[in-house]
């Protein structure tokens, strides 16, 4: 390429250089998407359809078809810039997506995965096959029918990763277990693609095989080499949040040599660059530090770029009437082909219902990967004309916009079914994933916290699904707006909210990365800069939006070293009691006695003895549900302590009424009461039967006559154990008469606030409120 080219020089008569047009074009892509963005969002459309709308509306199709519009876009050497641009944006965004992937999640469900892989791609090879005979004599072709097959068959199977990531995050479904399945699929099909797709053509050249090799050999070094960086750059300055940016280059040079080196032997480097950010330790400052700094340019910059270049390729003027013929069938086989091997998969796999039309829709979106091996070995390719380029691509265009908006519709047509389920701990199946957002204001309640998380992730080997989110919440000023951003969506220099919280941010890190690097559990890191007027309903949405089953609330008091408590501030409590009011699904109160209490399980030496107190009623029941998950920790001892009336008549059906009306009131009332009891009844049994019985579990029964009787019996147990567990209401029992008198904080209940505010209890305490539903009685302010 001519040097003066690079440094933006006009050649000849040129007024524009190509890079200055280049540059101009991405804005206009990025204002087109926008404005076509703000159309259709409310009609469900996901952001990549919009894009690639906007690049169309440049494309020679339309906007370029005017003579001045096209000498200025489309200029001498400007596909060299176009392909260099894009080389560099598609490396970026596949280094991202690598350092992003689940991993955990697609182990877990690495069989689904798998065979809709499989069965997708069976059906498009079949169907490849059956439109080789169909487009041989349509488009005049005679010869080299291996790779026409393969063009096919990358055109008909695959899925763009990119897009699905954008179209599922717009559709806030990345934390469902369809929306993460989806995603695992399609990078799974589309790396599977170009692996296949450059081992044919590697044995038809018969001279790629042993760089191929070469570069396997590559990407493994560079793997090492990110290793040995990414633990020893945080070394260097341990006071600072992330890594600098010099420092971050590094990495990217790295990974830009690297994937030029490969891409200069006409191979495509998405699944080493993919490979190279899956790599990437997960715990630590420099994982931290890359998906900052590369997650909010790429998500608001790059992606839209790239899918608008994608729609600016778009070109159909030169095509005939066969050629749009030859167009159709491919969509439509393209579709067909999806729908068969991915529905064939869900019935094999017993996947509901509901989701056998979104998730082959979804799925037949196309993209860069279709786009580059279209492009790639045309000279192996006998039959290749640039009218059927023309016509290849334009199906790929066409199949994203048809299947993108096609899985909009499912979406709103069934928005009931892929909206988060709200359901209670007591009904959750301890092989589902149990998600827990830790909400916390500084590290003293980051550290209860991890050790909250490290009892309930079990020990080292724990086979039952666990996901960790810890949310920083930083109170803002009057006079700043608030926002709520993950991560990756805040920037050192871009977003100023950056600046609250840091040196608690810091110590929080470093107290997770410890706790990491011990149990090899990932905590996921969200932070929260608002008012605090309005923060208890940013929680609420956020629960919502990464779809948690329970959310943990530090106390407004805090244990000092003397042993004492001291409180943090009522405008903190009050939240925590709008939270109980509000929240979408169920809530703990976490009373953390980092001192003589709870201790973190990971790394520590002894048995803790945990007490789960029962009285009856659905926060108990809730309560003694989330220690299922302590069924794996052998570092830990739960005991239930079943309290029981001495006076059992007090609890049976009331029967001697002398009115009728009276009666009606009666029956209602001991019908429910009898009610919560079976379900008590019930629950008991089936906790006995699973843990009890095995030894697992402890289990003893207290009776008590009246609430003087009960404190007596949890004076006597207060050092015994180092964490109490109990639901925040147990309704009118005799067993807790009397003692809402001398009650402090009503929102931890009344046993709840006893053990707070005893000095005769040494252990944390954990409150557990079942998720409200509209008929259930709020706390009020």
């Not at 101009?24 to 990549?48: D, E, R």
């Not at 032997?265 to 400052?285: A, C, E, H, L």
């Not at 919280?501 to 990365?513: A, C, F, M, V």
Request: with cysteine.
């Amino acid at each position: 390429m001519d040097p003066k080219l690079l440094f933006c020089l006009p050649q000849g008569d040129e007024l524009f250089n190509p890079l200055n047009t280049l540059f101009i074009q991405m804005g206009c892509i990025l204002v087109f998407s926008q404005l076509f963005y703000l159309m259709l969002k409310p009609c469900g459309q996901a952001a990549p359809v919009a894009q690639i709308l906007a690049g169309i509306v440049l494309s020679p199709v339309l906007l370029s078809r005017i003579p001045k519009v096209k000498e200025f876009f489309l200029q001498k050497d400007a596909a060299d810039y176009y392909s260099f641009f894009s080389f560099v944006l598609r490396t970026s965004f596949m280094f991202l997506i690598g350092l992003e992937f689940d991993i955990q999640f697609m182990r877990r469900n690495f069989k689904k995965v798998s065979v809709i892989t499989l069965s997708s791609f069976s059906a498009c090879s079949l169907l490849s096959l059956a439109l080789v005979y169909i487009l041989t004599p349509l488009l005049h072709i005679k010869e080299d029918y291996l790779t026409l097959f393969m063009t096919l068959f990358v055109t008909l199977s695959n899925t763009s990763s990119p897009v699905v990531l954008r179209s599922i995050a717009d559709w806030k479904l990345n934390t469902s277990e369809i929306g993460r399945l989806t995603l695992s699929c399609a990078l799974c099909i589309e790396l599977s693609d170009v692996v296949i797709y450059t081992l044919v053509i590697a044995s038809i050249s018969k001279s790629m095989i042993g760089n191929i090799f070469l570069f396997i050999f590559a990407t493994g070094a560079l793997i090492l080499l990110n290793k040995f960086l990414a633990a020893w750059l945080p070394k260097r300055n341990p006071k600072e949040k992330y890594l600098s940016k010099a420092e971050t280059l590094v990495f990217i040079i790295f990974l830009l040599i690297i994937a030029v080196t490969i891409e200069s032997y006409d191979v495509n480097s998405s699944v080493s660059v993919f490979t190279i950010g899956i790599m990437v330790p997960r715990q630590g400052k420099t994982h931290r530090t890359l998906v900052q700094r590369l997650g909010y340019p790429i998500h608001e910059f790059v992606l839209p770029v790239y899918f608008g270049y994608m729609g600016f390729r778009f070109s159909i003027t030169a095509l005939t009437k066969r050629y749009y013929i030859g167009l159709v069938i491919i969509v439509i086989l393209t579709l067909a082909g999806k729908l068969i091997g991915v529905i064939c998969a869900c019935m094999y796999l017993k996947i509901p219902k509901k989701y056998w039309l979104f998730l082959p829709t979804i799925l037949s979106v196309k993209g860069h990967v279709g786009v580059l091996l279209l492009d790639a070995n045309y000279s192996k390719k006998k039959w290749w004309t640039t009218t059927i380029h023309d016509m290849m691509l334009a199906s790929l265009v066409v199949t994203t916009l048809v299947s993108g908006v096609l899985a909009s519709f499912l979406l709103k047509a069934r928005e009931k079914d892929f909206a988060p389920q709200k359901t209670c701990l007591e009904s959750h199946d301890t092989h589902e994933e149990l998600r827990v957002l830790s909400c916390v204001y500084g590290v003293r309640h980051a550290r209860g916290t991890i050790s909250l998380i490290s009892a309930l992730s079990g020990s080292h080997g724990a086979s039952k699904p666990f996901a960790a989110l810890l949310m920083h919440l930083v109170p803002l000023p009057k006079k700043r707006k608030s926002s709520a951003l993950l991560y990756h969506e805040l920037g050192d220099d871009v977003h100023g909210d950056d600046e609250f919280g840091t040196n608690d941010g810091l110590e929080i890190n470093d107290s997770i990365d410890s706790f990491a690097k011990d149990s090899k559990l990932l905590i996921q890191q969200v932070k929260l800069v608002t008012k605090m007027l309005n923060m208890h309903v940013e929680i609420c949405n956020a629960t919502e939006d990464l779809r948690v089953s329970i959310v943990f609330l530090p106390f407004h008091k805090h244990q000092r070293i003397d042993g004492k408590t001291t409180n943090d501030g009522e405008i903190f409590r009050q939240m925590s009691r709008n939270v109980l009011r509000h929240a979408p699904c169920s809530v703990g109160i976490f009373v953390d006695r980092n001192i003589t209490g709870f201790q973190q399980p990971h790394g520590f030496d002894s048995v803790q003895h945990v007490a789960a107190l029962f009285f009856g009623g659905p926060d108990d029941r809730e309560a003694l549900a989330l220690w299922r998950w302590l069924g794996n920790n052998t570092l830990i001892h739960l005991t239930i302590i079943h309290f029981v009336s001495e006076d059992s008549q007090t609890e049976s059906p009331v029967g001697n009424t002398t009115t009728q009306d009276n009666n009606d009131v009666f029956i209602e009332v001991a019908g429910r009461d009898q009610t919560e009891y079976e379900a008590d009844r019930s629950f008991l049994e089936e906790f006995q039967n699973r843990f009890v019985t095995t030894g697992q579990v402890g289990f003893m029964e207290k009776r008590v006559s009246d609430g003087p009787h009960t404190l007596t019996i949890l004076r006597e147990i207060g050092e015994m154990y180092s964490l109490f567990v109990v639901g925040k209401s147990s309704g009118d029992s005799p067993m807790t008469v009397r003692m809402k008198d001398w009650e402090e904080c009503p929102e931890l209940g009344t046993v709840g606030d006893f053990l707070a505010s005893s000095l005769d209890v040494n252990a944390s305490v954990l409150v557990v409120q079942r998720q409200r539903h509209s008929h259930d009685n709020f706390l009020d302010d």
